[in-house]
């Protein structure tokens, strides 16, 4: 395949469409940029609740710009924000495809460390500048685009489209499951399309195949009703922080492989195949160890760094907190200690099993001298989807025609619940076809989108549809 | 010896002296409890530079009224607050005492929490309400009062005095080492007097002769430099939590030993002599229990809760923080965790040199893919003092005669780095006479001194200085 199998779109010149999918695109990049500034400068903070008004004002925009470019598109409300819900019916024998996508937005704070406004959107550098323009309003806008695009250079889509672009994706959507049960008929379709990822790096575009999944808990030791006096207590009475320490060195022995009895019960190997998958991904120690700042490499003995943040599960303390904290020496036995632990899920494991086995480990090493309180937070499952099969390879084409570059195939090691949900409530599997980079800050200040990577993201979001039509025939 | 033999001063009705120091104190509870009251309005709050002036008004008053009882004193400044220091020179045989107090207060915060205000002084159900009631103006009070009872009723005093009263005592006394060291030949002294602790409890006055030592530091574990999301890159890097965790669960074994290579090396065993004498004291573990609410007993294994808490070192984590610590999951793995540590010595363990042996064990155990950082803040030696001897008997002697009953013998587990500097520069030993009690609420909301412990106390000061005069022919 190569650029001149751009589009099938030759054949339309007979039906009065006179140019390409591409060529729609290159001559309407000034106006793609200027309306995506538009959708990104509204503040649609989901975790704030000020921001109610500008939520519906983003939604409502964004209702009427898919309507504009020829899907049908409504506001379907939830408890929460509403959902944006657009479909173009193509065929009844066509592929149906389901996009996802979220239009609500991370807190911009800290605000000095911006360099412009959050939600004045800026181009410097090559770069877009703004909360959302990555996260996910701009990866979302290049699906909008790029069918937007083949409806005007083709007039029709080859593919029935159904597009869920939700509003609390940041704020864990929580009533997204309930929405996708109740809309479980009308949401079928036959593959999922989310880009809500990053690329392998700048120069290498990917398709992400797997995703951990995560369960999440609180664990809290408690000791004498108050703060006690280290000097005229101390030896005498159990410190929770010394006891809560000793119960987290336990969770891992000195592999570095969790503690936790049947932890791995369910854990498949790592396959031959993802094996020599990643070894054509280039890895240097290095490289890894000065972009994170660390001393030095460490994990489960006996499986690579891919293999640790993609294929095996975690048990992570994210935070830990006891007794005084203050400048300088406090004398104290602390009343207490708490801590968070999140585990990374990989495909069998099922969230509230392996909770409920960190509790029970929990409890039955804990010393009898003090109070321990587990809190299980749930969580979701890992996420896999073939990493192979017709439907990635249509996606691979796409990205192909799109970037100019065939892509890696990648995993990630983080938890994308929605991919979850879709697979278990609607019984879709989903492409994730990540434009972003590492270092576009999303979550963070200076959040931005590389001008290169939107545009070669609407090109491959206008050669997807044509890709997925031709499926059946592959 | 009995409440008949009360004072020498029958002899001095000759000398028209018609009463004795108890008489004398009994004539006088009143003028006593409001000479205190006028002093615990002073706010002398030592950690609040905006109490400047009420630190001076209360030393200007005490000085006052030191020169007002027939003791000569004077303010001598120092680098920081005025030291108190008064003098009576008796005879140059008779045995000289070092009386040490403080006239500065603890932070009065939360005030809310206080029945009425901390520096407006009021007498409820028996007791005395105040900041610094018992900790430190009510207890150096005692001694004030009772030097004036001898004095009045026997016109002399039979022993020299000298005595000192600091006023930074709640701000780690920062300028008395450097005060001792300069006044070294005009301090000298046979016995130093400090009353500054609590007694057994209601019912058993007491005489601790023995303080642990403690040595403090600050550890920090770095990892990665920033957090990172613990789902990019969980497993796949080390956990600062997770190493701080392991390596504290490190500083004891099984046993509750502390692990620290070395750390006993100075350690004296428990005397039989002191294991009969604790044998005296009266433990119940339900009561020990309920008091701290605690679930069960605990430290190091083939030791007494007493021991423990008195003749046995510690290893304590007095705080620890890293990561994610409000409502909810984060996920993320920290940038930094740290803790601080309080060990506390027993005599012969020297405070440097155990910190040196922590700081040498934890970067033995400590793994490389993070770096480790340890601060170590110095700290104080353990005190003791002979469990017998004629001084402690004098003292023994004079609760005797002030409470109606003999002292137990007891120790602190705290730390008052004061005895080992009287100690270490000055070459004196210091008998602990505590006259407050465990539920004085020092260093809390309502801070009070039991009425009969004020009146007993200042019974045994009048009585003490007889009984130490006669030390030599003891």
Redesign the interface.
Known sequence: MDRNHVSAATSNHALGYDMTAFDYLASTTDQRLNQLKEFLRFPSVSAQSDHKADIRDCATWLNRHLNDIGLTSKLEETAGNPVVYAEYHADSDAPTVLYYGHYDVQPPEPLDLWTTPPFEPEIRDGYLYARGATDDKGQTFTHIKGLEAVLKSEGRLPVNVKMLIEGEEEVHSANLPGYLKKNKERLKADIAVISDTAQFDKKRPAITFGL?G?A?S?ITVY????D????????????P??V???L?????DKNNKVKIPGFYEHVRPVSRKTRQMYETLPFSERTFLRE?????????KGFT?YE??WD???C??????????GE???????SF?S??I?M?LVPDQDPDDVNRKLAAYLKSIC?????LKVDL?GGASAVVVPNDGPWLDAAAAAIKKGFGKKPVFMK????IPVVADLKNLIGVDTLLLGFGQNDDNIHSPNERFRIVDFENGCRTAAALPDELASVSTR
Do not use: F
């Open positions: 951990r995560i999440a609180e000791g004498p009703n108050r006690l006096h280290s000097g005229s207590y101390g030896g005498a009475i159990a410190n922080i010394t809560l320490a000793q987290v060195a336990q969770l891992h994170v700042g660390a001393k030095g490499l460490h994990g489960e760094t640790r943040k095996r599960p975690t992570e303390i994210n935070g830990i907190t006891g007794g005084y904290q300088g020496a406090k004398t104290i036995i602390p200690a801590c968070k999140t990374r010393p009898p001298s003090v109070k937070w990630e090691g983080g938890s």
